[in-house]
């Protein structure tokens, strides 16, 4: 199961951090992604990590400003998300795959099978 945590209100400019926590002791073993889904939109995808290089993928919308990492040892995925700006208002999942890496699909919720239950980003203007 995945469990994310650290969503919450923030001014424009400003940063949170993330952080999806598995208690699978497979996690590593997993590609992991964030997706977020703002009210009235379709989810979309924010960000992933591949298990074995650590190697990330960014939505050009948020590119530069938020950071994937992961640490192992922790069962744990950050987002760090810098200069928040009010359009990344948000309810943020993280989801997890331990299928064969295909990188074209790796953009979208349905390569993922497991999901953590969201945390809500509100930015302010």
């Known amino acids: 199961q995945l469990q994310a945590s650290g969503g919450g209100l923030v001014q424009a400019g400003g940063s949170l951090r993330l952080s999806c926590t598995s208690s699978?002791?497979?996690?590593?073993?997993?590609?992991v992604g964030w997706f977020r889904q703002a009210p009235g939109k379709e989810r979309e995808f924010v960000a992933a990590i591949r298990r074995s290089t650590g190697s990330r993928h960014y939505a050009d919308s948020v590119k530069d400003r938020f950071t994937i990492s992961r640490i192992n040892v922790n069962n744990t995925v950050y987002l760090q998300m810098n200069s928040l700006k009010p359009e990344d208002t948000a309810v943020y999942y993280c989801a997890a795959t331990s299928s064969r890496l295909i990188v074209s699909s790796i953009f979208h919720s349905t390569y993922y099978d497991y999901w953590g239950q969201g945390t809500e980003v509100t930015v302010s203007s």
């Open positions: 699978s002791r497979t996690f590593s073993s997993n590609h």
